[in-house]
């Protein structure tokens, strides 16, 4: 069973930092690309950044592109969201996902959430 759970998230300062971890199972994590969205009250849920199986390809979204960073860890199945200079605009709930093939059936896999609220 593909399992996604995020963590990290919470209330910080405008200007500040926080990092979300997403910690992934039920699957061969270092075989695939993941990303973290993010959806605001009333907003579409977007897409944040996402990075290749090895890490090695980044893509950010232009709204946090220079602030936040993507990264991972195959051998903990971790897929982490460092982000600074955080802004009010940056508040949302924050889901990883991951898409793709299992013994030939597709599946599209999101973890719970995790809150992050930027305000003074």
């Known amino acids: 069973q593909v399992q996604l759970v995020e963590s990290g998230g919470g209330l910080e300062k405008p200007g500040g930092s926080l990092r979300l971890s997403c910690v992934a199972s039920?699957?061969?994590?270092?075989?695939?690309?993941m990303s973290w969205h993010r959806q605001a009250p009333g907003k579409e849920r977007e897409l944040v950044a996402f990075?290749?199986?090895?890490?090695?390809?980044?893509s950010y979204a232009d709204s946090v592109k220079g602030r936040f960073t993507i990264s991972r860890d195959n051998a903990k199945n971790t897929v982490y969201l460092q982000m600074s200079s955080l802004k009010p605009e940056d508040t949302a709930v924050y889901y990883c996902?991951?898409?793709?093939?299992?013994?030939?059936?597709?599946?599209?896999?999101w973890g719970q959430g995790t809150q992050v609220t930027v305000s003074s």
């Open positions: 039920g699957f061969t994590f270092r075989r695939y690309g």
């Open positions: 990075i290749g199986n090895t890490g090695s390809s980044t």
């Open positions: 996902n991951c898409r793709g093939y299992l013994a030939a059936s597709p599946f599209d896999a």
